[in-house]
C-alpha cells in the first residue's frame, strides 16, 4: 500500500503560483478601477456640470431618502447635484494624490540613489535631510506655506509630493548599496557603464517592486492629507471640487442635509481602504522572507 501512495504523492500537482487574491484584495482592485473609470469618464458619465446650480431643488434629499432620481444623491445648499460633483472630486483627489505620490518617490528615490552613489559628504548631507523631514510634522508646514504663499494647483500637488519622501530614500539608499556590493551591478561598472545606466537600467529595475509597494502605502496618506487640508480650506479651492472640500463645505448642513457629506466621505474611506489592502497583499507578495 505504501508503495502505491508514494508515486501518487509524488505526482501530485504543486501548490497553485498564481491563486486568487483574497476577497478583500479582489473588492479593493474593483473598487480602485471603479473610481479610475470614473475619474477618466467623469465630463461622460456627469449627469450635470458640477457647477450647475438649481435653486429650486436646493437640500433635495437622495433618491432613497425620499427624493426624486433627477438628483440620485440630493443636491447643496446651491441646488448643486451632489453626485455630480462627486465624479468630478473623484477625479481631482485622484490626480492629487497620484501627482503627489510619483512626485515624492522621483525626489526620494533619486536622493538615494546619490547618498548610495557619492557615499560621504553627500550621503551624510542626505540622511540628514531625511532626519529633519522626518522629524518636521508635514501638516504644520503645509498650512505655514499654504497660509504664507497662497493656494495654487501646482504649489499645492508639488507640497504634498514632498510628503514621505524621506521614506523612498531611505528605502531606494539601502536597496542600492546592497545592489552594489552583488555581482551583477559590479560586472556592469567594471565593463565601464556609465553610474545613470548602471542605476537606471539595472539597479532600479531590480528594487522597482519594493518602491511600488512603498508607493501604494503612501498613496491613502496623500488623499487623507489632501482632505484634511481641503476641508481646513487650504486645499483645493472654488469653484474646483474635491472630496475634501466636499466634506468640509458638508459640515454646515449635517443635522439638515447629511448626505452632502456622507458620500464623498465614504468614497474617501473606501478608496483608503482598497489602496492600502493592495498594498499591503503586494508586500506580502513581493517580499522573498514572506514566501
Known amino acids: 500500500m505504501s508503495d502505491m501512495t508514494l508515486p501518487a504523492m509524488a505526482e501530485a500537482p504543486p501548490r497553485a503560483k498564481h491563486a486568487l487574491p483574497p476577497p478583500m484584495v479582489l473588492f479593493g482592485l474593483a473598487w480602485l478601477t471603479l473610481m ?6 467623469a465630463d461622460v458619465i456627469s449627469p450635470y456640470a458640477y457647477t450647475a446650480l438649481d435653486l429650486r431643488n436646493r437640500l433635495a434629499p437622495p433618491a432613497f431618502m425620499g427624493g426624486t432620481w433627477l438628483h ?3 443636491t447643496d445648499e446651491l441646488g448643486r447635484d451632489v453626485l455630480a460633483r462627486l465624479i468630478y472630486s473623484i477625479r481631482m483627489s485622484l490626480l492629487i494624490a497620484f501627482g503627489a505620490t ?4 522621483l525626489i ?10 557619492f557615499r560621504g559628504f553627500v550621503e551624510q548631507l542626505v540622511l ?81 517592486s519594493t518602491l511600488i509597494v512603498s508607493m501604494t ?9 489632501e482632505s484634511g487640508l481641503s476641508f481646513l480650506g487650504l486645499g483645493v479651492q472654488p469653484p474646483s471640487t474635491s472630496l475634501g472640500s466636499m466634506v468640509g463645505y458638508g459640515r454646515e448642513y449635517l443635522t439638515r442635509a447629511p448626505w452632502i457629506l456622507l458620500s464623498p466621505a465614504l468614497t474617501i474611506v473606501l478608496t483608503t481602504l482598497s489602496v ?3 498594498g ?12
Open 72 to 74: 440620485p444623491l440630493g
Open 108 to 117: 526620494g528615490t533619486t536622493l538615494g540613489f546619490l547618498a548610495a552613489h
Open 128 to 208: 540628514a535631510l531625511v532626519d529633519f523631514s522626518a522629524s518636521l510634522p508635514f501638516l504644520i508646514l503645509a498650512l505655514a506655506v499654504l497660509a504664507f504663499f497662497g493656494n495654487s494647483m501646482v504649489l499645492f500637488i508639488g507640497l504634498l509630493g514632498l510628503h514621505a519622501w524621506e521614506r523612498y530614500a531611505r528605502i531606494a539608499r539601502g536597496l542600492a548599496i546592497s545592489a552594489g556590493s552583488q555581482g551583477y551591478a559590479a560586472a556592469v561598472r567594471q565593463l565601464g557603464a556609465s553610474p545613470w545606466r548602471i542605476y537606471g537600467r539595472h539597479v532600479l529595475p531590480n528594487i522597482a
Open 217 to 225: 502605502l503612501a498613496f491613502p496618506e496623500i488623499i487623507l492629507l
Open 36 to 41: 479610475l473609470l470614473v475619474a477618466v469618464l
Open 102 to 105: 510619483i512626485i515624492g518617490a
Open 276 to 278: 492600502s489592502l493592495i
Open 280 to 291: 499591503d497583499w503586494l508586500r506580502d507578495r513581493m517580499d522573498p522572507t514572506l514566501r
